[in-house]
């Protein structure tokens, strides 16, 4: 096994055999003034699309630098076809949601408004940039997409027979049996946390109203938003996804 260099970076460039990899101005600050990174300096990086490369940093600049492909370390993985919808909170967890999903495994990340949703507006580019951040801290070699907020409704009218995971805290019961009915939601997925309001008559209904819509209890007691995405996602891993 060849040794792994510490520092991981995310790039937007095609990596491969010999290949030169133009590293930004955040990254140069980052690896040349912060860590103090000289030419020579091993790295590893990832596009979310080629693997993991070692790569060797062949120019370190203040404002620019190169590095160049060595050695593939690991092949592409990519986690199953599973979204994340949820309902933005605070500030601090929603940065908690999106980083745990990125760890757990998913392929997109979608912040829905529902009726009882605090949040008018996200920063999409920072909870982005939070994405890129956890997959560089937690080994993953792909990076979900984190889209623009948009209402619950006008998502589910455009569903198509993706299987829609209801975390729905009106079956809050001791009685439920999340992991057998979550089999039955194999990929292509979904999972849809409500906000700290929980969800409303008219959404419960309309979501229970469609055939693609597995609803599902966590367990007898109510669950914050942020611990009821790390259960769903992590319940669901290992019932249908790449946990088995
Ligand atoms: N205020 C609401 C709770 C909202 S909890 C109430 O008191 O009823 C936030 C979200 O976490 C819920 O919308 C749901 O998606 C999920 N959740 C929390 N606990 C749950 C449980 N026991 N079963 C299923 N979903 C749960």
New binding site residues.
């Given amino acids: 096994m060849p040794v792994r260099p510490k520092i991981r970076l995310f790039v937007d460039q095609p990596l491969g055999e010999g290949e030169r990899v133009a590293l930004s101005r955040d990254h140069a600050n980052y690896l040349f003034n912060v860590m103090r990174l000289r030419e020579g300096a091993m790295l590893a990086l990832f596009n979310g699309r080629d693997g993991e490369w070692r790569g060797e940093v062949v120019a370190a600049g203040k404002r620019a630098g190169e590095a160049v492909c060595v050695e593939r370390v690991s092949e592409q993985n990519d986690p199953p076809d599973l979204w994340l919808l949820f309902a933005p909170i605070k500030k601090t967890r929603t940065d908690f949601i999106v980083e745990k999903a990125v760890e757990l495994g998913v392929r997109r990340i979608l912040p829905v408004q529902t009726e009882f949703t605090n949040a008018e507006r996200i920063r999409q580019d920072r909870l982005q940039a939070h994405a890129v951040e956890a997959a560089e801290q937690c080994g993953a070699v792909f990076v979900p997409e984190v889209v623009e907020l948009q209402p619950l409704t006008k998502v589910l009218d455009a569903w198509d027979a993706r299987a829609l995971v209801f975390?729905?805290?009106g079956?809050?019961g001791p009685s439920s049996a999340s992991a057998a009915v979550l089999a039955e939601a194999a990929p292509p997925a979904a999972i849809?946390?409500?906000?700290?309001?929980?969800?409303s008559e008219t959404e419960r209904a309309r979501l229970r109203g469609m055939e693609q819509v597995v609803p599902?209890?966590?367990?007898p007691?109510?669950?914050?938003?942020d611990t009821?995405a790390v259960s769903v996602l992590t319940l669901w891993q290992a019932a249908a996804g790449d946990w088995r």
């Fill in positions: 975390a729905d805290e079956l809050a849809l946390v409500g906000p700290e309001g929980g969800f599902v209890a966590l367990g007691r109510i669950l914050r938003a009821a």
